[in-house]
């Protein structure tokens, strides 16, 4: 089951990266069940907050050299499909 498990969050968090690569985001390499991403036009901060009043929760940390990143788990395909469909809906705005 463990093993099952870590497979499916070592591909969905590929999967991940690759998508926020794609929408612009510049995102560390991750071993662990999250990632930490960074835009370079828009503030975590303000990705943050967009995404807390969508009920997304990410992790936001106000502290020097993390402060322009979210901390993003890795759940469910589905769970990082409406991810993806709030981050478009920022990123148009």
Same mark, same amino acid.
């Given at each position: ?7 499916? #969050? ?24 999250? #990632? ?10 303000? +990705? ?17 050299? #993390?402060?322009?990143? #979210? ?15 709030? +981050? ?6």
């Amino acid at each position: 089951y463990y093993k099952d498990m870590q497979k499916k #969050i070592m591909a969905t968090r590929d999967k991940t990266t690759k998508a926020m690569s794609a929408l612009g985001f510049s995102v560390l390499n991750s071993f662990a069940n999250f #990632i930490f991403a960074s835009h370079n036009k828009i503030s975590a901060e303000f +990705i943050y907050k967009k995404l807390k009043e969508n009920d997304v929760l990410v992790r936001y940390f106000n502290k020097p050299s #993390i402060d322009n990143y #979210i901390r993003i788990t890795i759940g469910t395909d589905d769970q990082m499909e409406i991810l993806f469909e709030n +981050i478009e809906k920022i990123l148009e705005g």
